[in-house]
């Protein structure tokens, strides 16, 4: 992994964002990966998994332009592509590999309905080993998402898990950095319930202004991690569909009263969009930003579905190299996004 030898944190986290570059999320863990092969109507298998990782990550040279970092599950991380180990097959085209660390959520309430539910992430019993073990494989960067649901009329999220997430992501990139390894922290506000726009500001608000008390008091390096947050949006049956511009806005005002300046980057998670919402959001923060630089760092993206929703049809289909295409199509335009 000789390409980023020697490399601060903080280097490492600038390098991943520079340029227009974003973050390419292909961590699905096996049991997702076979709800997506399911859906086209596929068999989840380790070969069919790979298959479909080797057209995204196979000449990851065509990539580089638009891609300065790719998120893996650890299967990927472990396997080879062409007798190539992946993690350096990235590193070799200039790409940071990056893994996800988190081992899923659980219940936090007891004797609680699943609509009114909230969940923690689970795995930090033996992370410090584990990124020991993924910095030898050649990660250079991690990921551990937080959960938040929102729902302000159930008074979701409540205090409770808000505190919990936000300590647990501390945790996490405290453990990361002394691995070694760029931290990127994901608190995730999901995309339900009936909230308008600026009550999905103010609990966005509530959750970051958290996370950054925790992860100060955990005197995580903010220079040398990257956050991966929700755009601002009301809830599926609120206000209805608000025009990206709206979006930018509350986004970059609420980012900009919370996120301290040493942070390199925010990278944008795309669940519940589709791929023309995630780029246009994505185009219109940045719009924004350059005409008003309320913020210094750079706004980009960590997407997964919103770079390989018609990706992988393609590929079942037996087209790869139509599916790559595609897939450098939507890497594109969400690096002219960026910039």
């Avoid at 080993?129 to 649901?149: E, H």
């Avoid at 956050?227 to 979006?247: T, Y």
């Amino acid at each position: 992994m000789s390409a980023f030898e020697g490399l601060s944190l903080s280097e490492v986290a600038s390098l991943i964002v520079a340029n227009g570059h974003g973050i390419l999320a292909a961590d699905e863990s096996t049991g997702t990966m076979g709800k997506r092969l399911g859906g086209v109507d596929m068999q989840n298998t380790y070969d069919n998994r790979m298959s479909y990782r080797s057209v995204i990550l196979g000449d990851p040279s065509t990539a580089a332009p638009y891609i300065g970092g790719v998120i893996l599950y650890e299967e990927t991380l472990q396997s080879s592509i062409d007798g190539v180990p992946v993690p350096q097959l990235l590193a070799d085209a200039g790409i940071v590999p990056g893994i996800k660390v988190d081992l899923g959520l659980s219940p936090l309430w007891d004797n609680v309905s699943d609509t009114d539910q909230e969940k923690v992430t689970m795995g930090q019993d033996n992370l410090p080993q584990r990124l020991a073990d993924y910095y030898k494989l050649g990660a250079r960067f991690s990921k551990w998402r937080a959960l938040f649901r929102c729902v302000p009329e159930k008074g979701l999220p409540s205090d409770r898990a808000i505190r919990e997430g936000a300590l647990r992501l501390a945790r996490y990139a405290q453990m990361s950095q002394a691995a070694g390894i760029v931290p990127i922290v994901e608190p995730e506000v999901l995309l339900e319930g009936g909230r308008t726009l600026d009550e999905a500001a103010d609990i966005n608000r509530r959750v970051w202004s958290r996370v950054f008390l925790e992860l100060n008091a955990a005197r995580v390096d903010m220079s040398g991690m990257l956050l991966k947050p929700s755009f601002v949006l009301p809830g599926l049956w609120g206000e209805g569909e608000v025009d990206p511009e709206a979006v930018a806005s509350a986004t970059l005002s609420t980012l900009a009263s919370v996120v301290p300046p040493a942070v390199p980057g925010i990278v944008f998670l795309s669940g519940g969009l589709t791929c023309p919402q995630a780029t246009e959001y994505l185009q219109a923060i940045n719009v924004l930003n350059n005409d008003t630089r309320q913020v210094p760092y750079k706004l980009s993206f960590s997407y997964g579905r919103a770079l390989q929703a018609p990706v992988l049809s393609s590929w079942a289909e037996g087209d790869k190299e139509m599916a790559r295409q595609e897939f450098l199509t939507l890497a594109r335009d969400n690096s002219l996004a960026c910039q």
